[in-house]
Structures are given as C-alpha cells and as structure tokens.
C-alpha cells in the first residue's frame, strides 16, 4: 500500500512538474493563431488537472518584459465577473495574453475603448488571435436575457435606460434574441441564458 502511495505521489508529481518557462516579449515572433489556441488550450488543461505551471514568475521574466516589450500570442475578451480569472483559467505568463474584460464579454457598448485596445493589440503587439470568453451563470446575459424576455411579455413598451447597466444590458438584448430564436418557443430563461453565452 505505501508503494502504491508512492507511485501516485510520483506520477502526480510528473504530471504537475514545473519545467522553465519564458516570458513572450517583442524579441519573440508572433504565432500563428493554431499555435496560439494550442497553447491556450493546453492552460487551460493545466488549470482543469489542478497543476498550473504558470503561478510564479521570476523578478528576471518580469524585468525582460520591462526591456523588451510585451507581444502577446492572443487578445482575450472577457467577462469581468471575479469567478472567470482569465490569467489563471488558461494558466498564463505575464505577457502570453492581452486581456479585455467587462460584463457579458461584449464589444456592443464599450464606446470604443474595446476595439481600440483590440486594435492596438493587433496592430502594434501583433496578437493574431482573438477569443471572446464566455461563462457560466453570466449575470450580465441572464439579465439582457430577462430584459429581453419582459419585453416580449409587455410588447411596444420600451423603457429608456436609465443607467449604464440598464443601456449594457438592452444592447445584450440581441444576443438573448439571437439565443431564444435558436432554442424556440417554450425554453426557460435559465435556457435562454445558458444559451446566449454561447452566441
């Protein structure tokens, strides 16, 4: 039984050993964007298995990024919700990814800010790949999704938006729109959200 112990004790410990990692800076050349989902892909396998290789970085990785600029290999977009910490969930460096956040990962009402970062990112850092992330139990889908639902139950009645969230969320409206067709008459608003994430 101790053998036995051992033996798991030493595969878990290959499975999650550490080998050096670099930092991604301006001296590296951009990846192609299959290059760049395999090694997001390959994180985020990392985080799922619970040996993240990426926690630690060296004061000598942070000070080379310093000097030679960062080149990202992929611009993410995602949610600010503090459960979706995109670094950790694809098991990044400091420099591997250039990350956008807000609620319901969206582009729709960013008044720019968004797409000027993506654009920077892609233009001057040379990221070829962008990901927009979505998650489980959005609070910002759920409630475009339940917007867009009343409106339905209360037709020709469109209330102003009264605050930013409120303007957010009826412009996420077309995502639970789109969301709702695809799944048809009859589906809850758990469903319709579950799905709107995935548009």
Not at 136 to 147: L, P, V, W
Request: net charge negative.
């Amino acid at each position: 039984m101790v053998f036995s112990l051992i033996r798991q004790l030493a595969n878990g410990m290959e499975l999650c050993s550490r080998p050096e990692r670099h930092v991604r800076t301006t001296l590296d050349v951009p990846l192609a964007p299959e290059e760049a989902a395999t090694l997001l892909k390959d994180g985020n396998s990392r985080f799922v298995s619970g040996c993240p290789w990426g926690s630690k970085t060296k004061a000598a990785a942070r000070q080379q990024l310093v000097e030679d600029g960062q080149a990202p290999h992929t611009a993410i977009i995602g949610c600010a919700d503090s459960r979706a910490p995109i670094e950790t969930i694809f098991d990044a460096m400091p420099g591997d990814i250039f990350v956008l956040r807000n609620a319901g990962n969206t582009c729709t009402h960013a008044e720019g800010s968004m797409i000027g970062s993506l654009e920077f990112c892609a233009e001057k850092l040379g990221s070829r790949l962008i990901l927009v992330l979505g998650h489980t139990k959005c609070g910002a889908i759920y409630g475009a999704t339940r917007s867009y639902l009343d409106s339905l139950a209360q037709p020709g009645k469109k209330e102003a938006a009264g605050c930013a969230l409120e303007g957010l969320l009826q412009d996420l409206g077309s995502v639970a729109q789109e969301a709702a067709k695809e799944l048809g008459r009859g589906a809850t608003s758990d469903e319709v959200a579950a799905h709107a994430v995935k548009v």
